[in-house]
């Protein structure tokens, strides 16, 4: 049903990942807001998170600062970022990467969608930016990548490829039998690391949301488009 960072937690935030275990009530897909609205009031029911602020996600870099009681902004971004205890952040995916971040000491959340599109617009490092602008220390930042699809199924273009490298200063792309594959979550840990973020606080689920079996989950390129999603969620109380 749910995996919660064990490095967020160990620093006194709450932060879950969704699988696609335990049917309809996983899928939190925008498609059908009443459902949504249902499936997410479950899930936090189990986990004593408070009703999360959502965005319409497009694949860019805008940052959303939300406050007071959660709901589906209308806004495009895909940027979620807090400053105040009790409210909560999420992110719908399936397949591109989740990442909830955390300053606990500053009192600043963010929960960032990063595909190939928004880890080419570095997502991941507008978000730590906004972070630290809110008064949040890039050195006491605490990341967390949640479930995407893995360099095992993310065949891509050359020309993909390459702005991947270039938005993260290092090469996240490799060959095999002829294919381009590359490495989204590394691609992100590369920015979160460029930015400033340290290693020992970033942590990384790798499990590919096209073929990791144990749990399962929803993949858009797997599925060819007709899936549902996962939440990714995140609360400083
Ligand atoms: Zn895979």
């Given at each position: 049903m749910f995996y919660a960072s064990r490095l967020l937690q160990k620093h006194g935030v709450q932060a879950v990942f969704t699988n696609?275990?335990?049917?309809?009530?996983t899928d939190f897909s925008l498609l059908d807001e009443d459902k949504l609205a249902h499936n997410i009031q479950l899930l936090c029911n189990q986990t004593h998170i408070s009703t999360p602020h959502q965005v319409i996600q497009v694949h860019k870099a805008e940052v959303l600062h939300c406050s007071g009681v959660g709901y589906v902004h209308k806004q495009e971004a895909d940027v979620l970022l807090a400053t105040e205890r009790g409210v909560a952040l999420a992110v719908r995916t399936a397949d591109c990467v989740p990442i909830l971040l955390a300053d606990k000491q500053a009192g600043v959340i963010a929960a960032v969608h990063a595909g190939w599109k928004g880890t080419v617009a570095q997502v991941a490092l507008k978000a730590v930016q906004a972070m630290c602008m809110r008064g949040a220390n890039v050195e006491k930042i605490v990341a967390s990548l949640g479930p995407c699809i893995g360099s095992c199924c993310f065949a891509v273009h050359a020309d993909v490829a390459q702005k991947l490298d270039d938005a993260c200063q290092q090469r996240v792309n490799f060959y095999r039998d002829g294919l381009c594959f590359a490495d989204l979550a590394l691609a992100n840990q590369g920015q979160l690391l460029g930015v400033?973020?340290?290693?020992?606080n970033i942590e990384t689920l790798?499990?590919?949301?096209?073929?990791?079996?144990?749990?399962s989950y929803y993949s858009y390129r797997r599925d060819k488009g007709d899936t549902g999603r996962q939440l990714s969620m995140i609360m400083l109380a």
């Open positions: 696609r275990e335990g049917g309809a009530t400033g973020v340290r290693p020992e790798f499990h590919c949301t096209a073929c990791h079996a144990d749990p």
